[in-house]
């Protein structure tokens, strides 16, 4: 149920939804702080700047992708120097090869990495 509520207040764009939103920050649902940080972007109060920016360091890929994707919508210049840092410290992660789709006859190759 917090899953669909953090999701419904992102939908629904209340600034004020913003400090009911932040102790979910801490949720040990995982798919619950994803829902959150895309929620704060779409509430586009810039106060909640700070509380996105420090998922740009986390451990998890997806937590650092959806904070930064929250910043671009938050819009706000106070996040340059937090997404800068994050260009220069995440590293870029690798591939082996061919990514492949499969299609009804064969494997394909739809980018090479």
């Keep these: 149920m917090r899953r669909e509520a953090v999701f ?7 600034k ?3 400090p009911l939103l932040l102790p979910r920050l801490a949720d040990r649902d ?4 994803l829902l959150v940080l895309e929620a704060l972007g779409k ?6 700047t700070r509380h996105v920016a420090r ?3 986390a451990a998890n890929a997806t937590e650092r992708a959806t904070a930064a994707v929250a910043l671009w919508r938050l819009a706000d210049s106070t996040a340059l120097d937090p997404l800068l840092g994050a260009i220069t410290t995440t590293p870029i992660p690798r591939c082996a ?4 789709m499969r299609s ?10």
Excluded: F, M, T
Excluded at 43 to 48: M, P, R
């Design 8 to 14: 419904a207040l992102g939908q629904i764009g209340a």
């Design 16 to 18: 004020r939804a913003g």
């Design 30 to 33: 995982g798919e619950v702080v």
């Design 43 to 48: 509430l586009g109060d810039k106060a909640n």
């Design 55 to 57: 998922y740009l360091g």
């Design 97 to 100: 090869g061919a990514c492949s």
């Design 104 to 113: 009804r006859r064969s494997w394909r190759p739809i980018a090479w990495c």
